[in-house]
């Protein structure tokens, strides 16, 4: 094919009715920086407010009412130490609260440049890998109730 037969193709990022420019980018990028900011002033907030001085949080519902951890207990102390740079504390008091730190982290850095890009995010797990990540939670509350899992208590 030779160039005076050429066609340009549109750019399969932005759609006919989706404005260009970067007033587009700055529309695009509100909700991602919006959630940061929500994010950033609960980590805020907990990290000035300390979990671990009673009164300031209620008590989780199951540790409550049967005495057993949830697989989220110990989540506010983590994102205190973690608010805070105490790395070591933030694992202590719940591993898996950390990696979902991280975890946000990575997924929101996808998504501002996804939607910087003029892309939606989208995050499809398998079945698998739902259940898979049950699973392993389900490990984490019943060894971390168990006599030889106290290590893993908050």
Known sequence: MNAEHAVAQPDPAVTPDQPRGAL???????????????????FAYVGTVDPNEPG??????????????????GGLRS???FANG????????????VAAFVAFAAIWVLW?????????????L???????????LLVFSVVRNLPFGAWLAP
Not at 126 to 134: D, E, K, L, P, Y
């Open 79 to 81: 994102a205190h130490a």
């Open 56 to 73: 300031h949080y209620p008590a989780c519902p199951l540790l409550a009412l049967t005495g057993i951890l949830c697989p989220g207990c």
């Open 24 to 42: 587009a980018v700055t529309r695009r990028l509100l909700v991602p920086v919006g959630a940061l900011g929500a994010v950033v002033g609960a």
């Open 86 to 97: 105490d790395l070591p504390a933030a694992l202590g008091a719940n591993v898996f609260a």
């Open 112 to 124: 501002v440049t996804r939607a910087a890009r003029g892309r939606p995010l989208r995050i499809a």
């Open 126 to 136: 398998r079945n698998a890998h739902q259940w898979s990540i049950g699973a392993v």
